[in-house]
């Protein structure tokens, strides 16, 4: 038994209207490097590509960090220098089994 204040719900019906390829112009789907003669199948692929072009001019690639500045260990028993702390502590591992 439905009540006066409440009344069927609304069906809402829409119609899709298929795009093909034929429906988007061709201008955007032109993803060619403008520096080089390189054609991409997508815009992702493009993007890549240029981020290369501006890594080999020196210009600097967005997203990337701006510091060059790297950390290294020296290790104490001689001249050997790390990048990271796993290897100067198996170094020290072995200075340590040697006494």
């Not at 001019?57 to 950390?71: D, F, H, I, L, N």
């Amino acid at each position: 038994m439905t009540s006066p204040q409440h009344s069927a719900p609304a069906i809402l019906t829409t119609t899709a209207t298929p795009t093909t390829m034929n429906d988007i112009p061709l201008a955007s789907t032109d993803f060619s490097c403008p520096q080089c003669a390189s054609n991409f199948n997508s815009r992702i692929d493009l993007v890549g590509h240029l981020r290369f072009h501006r890594k080999e001019a020196g210009e600097p690639v967005p997203g990337a960090p701006t510091y060059s500045r790297r950390a290294r260990l020296h290790c104490p028993h001689c001249s050997r220098t790390f990048a990271h702390q796993i290897g100067l502590l198996g170094r020290m591992r072995l200075y340590d089994n040697l006494r």
